[in-house]
């Protein structure tokens, strides 16, 4: 028996809708690379726990591996993409995946689906991976963006990978691109920045000062 099309777009709409009054927050974390968003992530989730009587969690590339169960990928084929550098994380499911299927559809729908899934639960913070375009029309939702100025990202990223600064440079430019495709896979309308509740400048604001921000912009919100 073949697919309603009437049928599948009303299932997607009322799927859509029921996630949009998900019963927890959630807090999304879009970063330029080379912005600390790991140890902001992690030291939020600290914070909440120790201050409130909720539990929250953060996911990542976690949200991988479930697209690629979601997908039918065999665990054989998605193991060997956590040895990776993120980059090579990302494309290298891509391509794997790839062998499976013909449409990049499939594999985008799948991400959406895992990411509006874990939002959905509430109580956690997504961070990367389209998050804020995808989880953009949720009620209880924060949606935070991690910049800072190429110079101040590019002598991070000389220091952490050891490398010159012109191959840094094309490094950065080069993934910043790849990470604002695969968000333009999800934009409904608007450009990237209109997603965004809050953008932290991480080159004039130190760690700390970003955590308690953000902690104390979800306080007043009531989503904590």
Known sequence: MGIDPTKYAKDRIKEREKSKKSGGAIVTI?????????????????LINKTTGHRWSYVSKEILAESA?????????????????EQGVFDGMLTAIAKFYASDHKIYNAIEKTIRSIGNKGNVIIVGRGGAAICND???????RLMAPLEWRVEKIMQYYKLEKGKATRFILD????????MGHFLKSGAVHSLFDVIYNCKSLEKR?????????LKARKML
């Open 138 to 144: 949720f009620e209880k939702a924060l949606h935070i």
């Open 175 to 182: 993934y910043d691109e790849k990470r604002k495709k695969f």
């Open 69 to 85: 169960k979601e997908l039918g990928i065999p665990p054989s084929e998605i193991k060997h993409f956590f040895k990776y550098h």
């Open 30 to 46: 879009s970063r330029e690379f080379g912005c600390p968003a790991k140890t902001i992530t992690k030291d939020l989730v600290t």
């Open 209 to 217: 000062d970003i955590v308690h921000s953000i902690y104390d912009l």
